[in-house]
């Protein structure tokens, strides 16, 4: 049974950093694209960063560039977003996805909420 398991989320003040995980099971981790996402009430959900299998390429949306770091850890089989200078525009909850080979799974999300 695939499980990705997304922690870490919360509140927190504007400017304030979060460090998102998620934790993959059932899976060949270190063979999947990772990658974060994030929905917000009414909106689309939209990519925030993705990493490459062994971490050789990351990519950003604009409005994550400069203020979060995706990284991994194959050996532990986790993913994680490293958020600083959080705007109240990043609240939303925040999913985990792994993909590989037409294989495509989600985690069940955390909500991140930036508010003073």
């Known amino acids: 049974q695939v499980q990705l398991v997304e922690s870490g989320g919360g509140s927190v003040q504007p400017g304030g950093p979060l460090r998102l995980s998620c934790a993959a099971s059932g899976i060949t981790f270190s063979v999947y694209t990772m990658s974060w996402h994030r929905q917000s009430p009414g909106k689309e959900r939209e990519l925030v960063a993705a990493i490459g299998n062994n971490g050789d390429w990351t990519n950003y949306a604009e409005s994550a560039k400069g203020r979060f770091i995706i990284s991994r850890d194959n050996g532990k089989n986790t993913v994680y977003l490293q958020m600083n200078s959080l705007k109240p525009d990043d609240t939303a909850v925040y999913y985990c996805?792994?993909?590989?080979?037409?294989?495509?799974?989600w985690g069940q999300g955390t909500q991140v909420t930036v508010s003073s």
């Open positions: 996805n792994a993909i590989w080979a037409g294989r495509n799974y």
